[in-house]
């Protein structure tokens, strides 16, 4: 999902993640909400506990206890093991979201919505992201995100929908979507 600011890309990615509800419509989403996962703008990390905790503490949000394992594997999965016992609160934007893109992974959801996920991040960081996201897809998950990086996300992309003014301007193939002059 593209488009400008104001546009309205973090508003219709909160309907669809049954965040908000439209104004007018409706969303029929297939997967049941415990099969899908929202990352949005704030990170919602608990700053006095430590990474590992507020990982355990999203694993039981979502009903399960991740053990001692899968949380280490997460971790490393997003180059923070080794501040896996330090508090989140002390973490630099990046690694916040890093931290952040760690509790969507664990669940390991089905439907992912990332509200620009690359917020924070160096460009190390950034290609991670990517390779997680092309991972997540891999796995059969489908993802929807919003972006502002498109020479760099839009190979990733299947489909593109691109809102201007709170309009569809287009929606359809990745491959015959043209940026050309598109700045977001």
Known sequence: MVGGNGAGKTTLLKIMAGLCRPSAGTVDLRVP???SAYLGHATFLYPRLSAQANLLFWGRMYGFAPSQEDIAAV??????SRVGDEPAGTFSRGMAQRLNLARVFLIGPKLVFLDEPG???DPA???LL???IAALKASGAAVVW????LGSDLPLAERVLFLKDTRVAYFGEAGGFDAGGLTC
Not at 75 to 80: E, H, I
Not at 146 to 149: E, L, Q
């Open 75 to 80: 971790l490393d999965r997003v180059g923070l």
């Open 33 to 35: 909400a415990e099969a």
């Open 125 to 127: 960081s950034q290609d």
């Open 119 to 121: 917020t924070g991040l």
């Open 130 to 132: 990517r390779r997680e």
């Open 146 to 149: 919003v972006s502002h990086h």
